[in-house]
């Protein structure tokens, strides 16, 4: 996750220059269509930054499992980001997508939702 982190962190300097460089173009009274291109990307990257947060702040002996705690899931998220963004990232881990796959399918026979908190649906 270090490495992942490190390439989103060097993706947000570049993304601040590439936002900086708009500063200088003549106000045509609407956004540059460069801008959306922008935004999309920051969007990303906040999704990515979530991601990290939540896991660094998981509690390990949570009710589902602790499945936050473990870094599969920020793994497969981070991976599939980068992709988006056009960055270089490794390829996952051998066996992630699937044992995350059956961390899911846990979920669904036990009857808890699919989001960060893993509740009992009734």
Known sequence: LADLARVFATEVRHLGERCAALLGRPDTGGLAPAAYVLVDRYCLLIA??????VRENADPAAGDGGLLAEPDWALLALTRFGRRLGLEV??????VARDLAARLVDRYRD?????LYGMRLT
Do not use: E, T, V
């Open 111 to 115: 009857g808890r939702s699919f989001d």
């Open 90 to 95: 490794p390829d996952l881990p051998d066996g």
């Open 48 to 53: 990515a930054a979530s991601c990290l947060a």
